[in-house]
């Protein structure tokens, strides 16, 4: 028996992963697709005439298994993946890509989607229902259900070949991540890295049956032999492997991918009948359209320049007094920013790590969830697991119901890709009277307990860790009847607001007493250090706004304009970069051959979000701040408004709504020291 073809008989209905079996995925996504295509023909063949409920609601809660076992499927293939895995991947992509098709593309459903849709002032819907019918209608013209025959077809393989370009794009990054390793042997060489790097590095190279110790290009390691490591000559040869993934003419090689990849994307869109792949995105985002994104990205940008070039003629003066460095290359960005800022504020991660145990910034995390929006976390075993490392909650409200299943995945390993994400194994929804409750997870990489030490993580981990905690937080409050408009189905330069608005606990006094405490002593982080914090807060804040701006025009380049003359990769990168270069170029390194964001994830088009969305954030928490960051009376209008409500709403009418005005932009600029 195929377990993923039939409903989940678990505790609280959650994921049976041991049960599941790699060969069952393809059999059974292959039948739930045909079973779900028989629930389509059903409204279709449908003899009453289309109505809001028999088409529009059908087609919403049609397919769930089918999204059930593939959220889990795809979950896996970034949190747990290995060759099988990823080669049922290569299978089941196209064949997903063909079934949206199909539904898109399907004359008789979009008919009568279309005819509830023309019809739609004439019916008593409610907001929610209205947005559902809206997106319903979109979801079919924006995917070319007005298309000819012919154009229908082009536009299903262009799909199918899209949908293996990112999976094979994400498979090459992986595989180049896993395939270095730095074998040091002379313990010298390792001289200014911290001992919980060090005893780390050793505790890799012994799991592998080395002597020595291993650096490798996952962060835990890759990060802080950049920032510590005396020896610039590893530190170069480390942030050249860095910098390399997938572009060395090897099998990996993704320089072929991206250009392949902006060229579909674009001919898709003309298609469709929008100039670019930028303006078919943006349609559908609060900035609407190429010229708005590049209008904010720039005004940022000339805000600022001038600080961020300051700031890196600071780090050049300061490497040539310390050094005698003559050019600041990458490779020294870290370090020596690291070195000046410990100078200036006498602060540095090894001196907070001790105060940032893992399972006391988790705790504290989940105490200002309470505080904030009563919320509570209980550690439960009875749920099973990918993986042995993962962490199960039961998310539980004041009055003790069900608010969602959290899984936490938080270290590293040859199966998981880099980096920090949120995500969902079941939707909330509504349905026949029954609140379906989400369960969400996040997956980190963050440092692995040692023989000797806990996991202690920097203060940037501790800021991922809240910002993945605010996606999963706009995951589990969500509380409409649509699984399509739920959690974090918002507008992509919204969804960075519940999770970049949960940073600024962490530099909060009142917050940090909640959780920093020396995991030895226990004591309470001094107020010295929570001063240095903040203090440090907006240190070489102009260079790395000036690298945000970048990564976003260089997304806006490739996506914004008619590729088709592109033909070299690295080229194109450079015209990108031209005004916001500071560092001389690595000849050997390529960026874009690795921004799994764009080529891999959803944000192709969209990287200027996190920028927009911190527009959003700085403005939002002025109001807590005004009111006092615990202040339950701005916590509930941010639930009610923002959390809980997904995408049944226009988001600047959400935000109005929670914060009584639109966002000021110069709260960013204050709280970066940009402006006064």
Known sequence: MNILLHPFQTTYNTAPFSA??????????TTLIEETKTEIDHITSNPEPPTFENTIEALEFSGQQLDRVTNIFFNLNSAETNDDIQKIAQDVSPLLSEFGNDITLNEALFKRVKAVYDNKSKLDLNGEQLML????????????????????????????????????????????????????????????????????????AESKDKDGWLIT??????????????????????????GKKGFHNNEFDNQNIVLNIVKKRFERANLLGYKTHANFVLE??????????????NELLDKAKPAAQE??????????????????????SGYYAEKLKQKLFDLDDEKLKPYFKLENVTNGAF????????????????????????????????????????????????????????TSYKSQSIKNGENNRPHISIVCNFTKPTKSKPSLLTFNEVTTLFHEFGHALHGMLANTTYPSLSGTSVYWDFVELPSQVMENWCYEKEALELFATHYETGEVIPMELVSKIKESSTFNEGMQTLRQISFGLLDMSWHGQDPSNFNDVKTQELKAFENTKLYPDVAENCMSTAFSHIFQGGYSSGYYSYKWAEVLDADAFEYFKEAGIFNSEVATKFKDNVLSLGGTVDPMTLYKRFRGQEPQPEALLRRAGLIK
């Open 217 to 242: 290009l996952d962060y835990p390691s890759y990060i802080p032999f950049m920032t510590y490591a005396d020896n610039r000559e590893l530190r170069k040869k480390l942030a050249i492997a860095f």
């Open 133 to 204: 019918l809206d997106k319903s209608y979109k979801s079919f013209s924006r995917n070319g259900a007005n298309l000819v025959e012919d154009k229908k077809e082009t536009l299903r393989n262009i799909d199918k070949d899209l949908s293996k370009l990112s999976l094979t794009f994400g498979e090459h990054v992986l595989a180049e991540t896993n395939a270095f390793e730095m074998h040091i042997t002379n313990e010298a060489d390792l001289s200014g890295l911290p001992e919980g790097a060090k005893e780390a590095a050793k505790q890799l």
């Open 20 to 29: 599941i079996k790699n060969e069952d995925f393809l059999p059974a996504i």
């Open 367 to 422: 105490k200002i969830a309470e505080k904030l929006y009563g919320l509570h976390f209980e550690n439960i075993d009875t749920i099973d697991k990918y993986h042995q490392d993962v962490l199960t909650y039961k998310v539980t409200n004041n009055s003790g119901d069900l608010v969602s299943i959290f899984y936490a995945d938080f270290f590293p390993r040859a199966g998981k890709r880099n980096g920090a994400w949120m």
């Open 311 to 332: 700031e890196f003629k600071n780090l050049e003066d300061f490497a040539k007094e310390l050094d005698g460095i003559d050019r600041l290359e990458k490779w020294d």
């Open 284 to 297: 559908e985002r609060m900035a609407k359209t190429p010229e708005n994104v590049i209008e904010f990205l």
